[in-house]
């Protein structure tokens, strides 16, 4: 009886384990101009910072997602180092953060050396062949900066194919294009938990309404 349940406990671990909805990109032929870009993207200097100019802005925008993030990262260094990498890589990509928040939990659950069925690997889920089209041997999917500036620029690229069409992108990037499971689950994570308006931004929203009301 006992070891019966501990094979089911082992079980269940096993299933709680697995990427949320794993990634599979296909592979596709890149333009000479494309894969250049990623090249070069991918080749640019680390920055330890996010991108905002304000400190005030990055201060808040950190203590919110930290907050945000702390059940599913409870450990309160790896959430920064997390939050500050993503922040500067899906910026410098010109992707929305909390959208990249969003689907690095649909991805993977946050789970730093996540595995796909089909090999995708990392919070974002990259497929391996896109080390060959655009990087070097040397570039470590599990490693937090690699992954998250392949994931930023990957789903910028399928953008851009899809001239600005999210959706498409999405589906894209999960390798089911035309289905809209992937696509939903991703932007409804995004707006669920991870949608975020500078504090500054909400003062001034109020203080236009009230200035409004007076009028």
């Known amino acids: 009886m006992k070891k019966t349940l501990h094979l089911g406990l082992v079980a269940a671990a096993l299933l709680l384990a697995q990427p949320v909805w794993a990634g599979a990109q296909r592979e596709e032929a890149l333009s000479a101009s494309a894969r ?40 309160a260094a790896e959430r920064l180092e997390f ?45 391996p062949f896109w080390v060959k089209a655009i990087g070097n041997p040397d570039h470590n999917l599990f490693q937090l900066r690699t992954n998250l500036r392949y994931g930023a620029l990957i789903l910028r690229h399928y953008i851009d194919i899809e001239r600005g069409d999210l959706y498409r992108a999405l589906g894209r990037y999960n ?41």
């Open 83 to 127: 939050l500050t990498t993503l922040h500067w890589e899906a910026s410098r990509a010109g992707v929305d953060p909390q959208l990249m928040l969003g689907l690095i939990q649909v991805e993977s659950g946050f789970r730093k050396y996540a595995v796909s069925p089909v090999g995708a690997r990392g919070y974002t889920q990259v497929m």
């Open 175 to 215: 390798g089911s294009l035309g289905q809209p499971e992937y696509p939903t689950l991703v932007v409804g994570a995004w707006k669920r938990h991870w949608d975020y308006t500078p504090p500054a931004r909400t003062a001034e929203a109020a203080r236009r309404l009230d200035l409004a009301s007076r009028n």
């Open 36 to 75: 250049a870009s990623l090249q070069k993207s991918l080749a640019d200097t680390a920055v330890t910072r996010t991108a905002f100019r304000n400190p005030a802005d990055e201060a808040a925008w950190l203590k919110e997602m930290s907050r945000r993030l702390a059940k599913r990262m409870p450990d």
